[in-house]
Structure formats: structure tokens, C-alpha cells
């Protein structure tokens, strides 16, 4: 089971969320949260596998909550709102999110996309990827880069394999499909992964593709 935690200062969506995640059969609701500070210290609790969190929420929002989440390691975040503003979509990549999905997706579109997080994939909505891809391919990288903004060139303690991982990124296979294309598990596919992602000093999958592409892996 895919543990999920809500965090929406709207009682009314957070049940929604609910009863549509309910239904998928491998997905189970822990917990929720109606701002992100709360959002916080259930997430410290309650170990979810996914936060399914939102931008704007009292006292600390859901970009903030998100950073912390993701720096302590507690879970993956994907950000689930009404807004598709610019500030929101690369803020959130910035702190670390999985994923970027609208609230008007599809309930299929939104069951895939825990999944996919869960599974370590990265999601973004298809209303915001060309600008987002544009964004970080501006000069100074100045989208929803990572750590240490885009990247410019190649670690020199890439391994052949993470290079391969990398290209594969770049491709922008899923860890399964990276998995299939090496022979590896996925399970590996996944560590790989996190790796690459740590030594290219990024927290982001798409701000990966995006160095495979610099550095002609892709």
C-alpha cells in the first residue's frame, strides 16, 4: 500500500481527495494536515510514503513545508493546487517536490501521479511542462533548478553506470524503465538514480534531463 498524508486547508477538498484515493485500491490516507506547519509535524509522525500537498495554506505554505520535508528526508512531495503560476510551479520544484499537478486533473491523471512519486518518477502537469522546460533552459538557470542552480558540466566522479542513468534521464525514462533498459532492479534503478542526482547537486529529475541534454547524453 501506497501511504499518502493531505495537506489543503480545505476540509472539504481534503475529503475528496479521500474518498478519489480510496477507490484506487493500492493507496491508503494516513493522515492530514490543513496548514503546512501542521503538515510538518504529522509528515515527522506518521512516515507517508507521499504528501499530497497544496501551495496556499495559512501560516506556513506549502512551498516552505515542502523544503523541509524534502531536506529531512521524511517523504516525497507531490504539490497538488488550483494555481499554475510561474512562482508556485518552480518554487515548488525548487524545494524539492516530486512532482507539480493541477487540481483539475483527472482522478486517474492524479492516481497515476501518486503512484509514479511513490515509485520515485517524477510528475509535472502537461499545462506547465513546456514552460518549465524553457525556464531551466534559460542561461542562468534560474527556474526550478536545485542546490546549486543548472547544471554546467559533469561531475568527474560520474561512474559509467550513473552516466547511463543519466542518459536515461535525460530520455526521460521512469525508474522502471531505466530498470528494464540496464538490467538492473528497480530498486537499484532508484538508488542510481538518487546519486546522480546528489552528485549533480540537484534535486529535481527534470533539471537532470535537462544536464543530460547540455552534456549530449540525450
Known amino acids: 500500500m501506497i501511504r499518502v498524508l493531505l495537506a489543503d486547508d480545505h476540509a472539504a477538498i481534503r475529503a475528496g481527495l479521500r474518498m478519489l484515493l480510496a477507490t484506487a485500491g493500492d493507496i491508503e490516507v494516513i493522515g492530514e494536515a490543513g496548514d503546512g506547519a501542521v503538515a510538518v509535524t504529522n ?126 534521464l535525460g530520455s526521460g525514462l521512469s525508474n522502471a524503465e531505466l530498470a528494464a533498459e540496464l538490467v538492473i532492479s528497480e530498486a537499484t534503478a532508484k538508488t542510481h538514480v538518487s546519486r546522480v542526482l546528489a552528485k549533480l547537486g540537484v534535486t529535481s529529475r527534470v533539471q537532470a534531463a535537462i544536464a543530460a541534454r547540455d552534456a549530449g547524453l540525450a
Do not use: C, N, W
Open 43 to 168: 509528515t515527522r509522525a506518521l512516515r507517508p510514503d507521499v504528501v499530497l500537498m497544496d501551495v496556499r495554506m495559512p501560516g506556513i505554505d506549502g512551498v516552505t513545508a515542502t523544503r523541509q520535508i524534502v531536506e529531512e528526508g521524511l517523504a516525497e512531495v507531490l504539490v497538488l493546487t488550483t494555481f499554475d503560476l510561474d512562482e508556485y510551479v518552480f518554487g515548488a520544484l525548487r524545494a524539492g517536490a516530486a512532482g507539480f499537478l493541477l487540481k483539475t486533473a483527472e482522478a486517474t491523471a492524479l492516481v497515476d501521479a501518486v503512484r509514479h512519486v511513490a515509485a520515485g518518477d517524477g510528475v509535472v502537469a502537461p499545462e506547465v511542462t513546456r514552460r518549465l522546460i524553457a525556464k531551466l533552459a534559460e542561461p542562468d538557470g534560474s527556474g526550478a533548478g536545485g542546490r546549486g542552480g543548472r547544471v554546467r558540466s559533469l561531475p568527474a566522479d560520474l561512474t559509467p553506470r550513473e552516466r547511463d542513468v543519466l542518459a536515461g
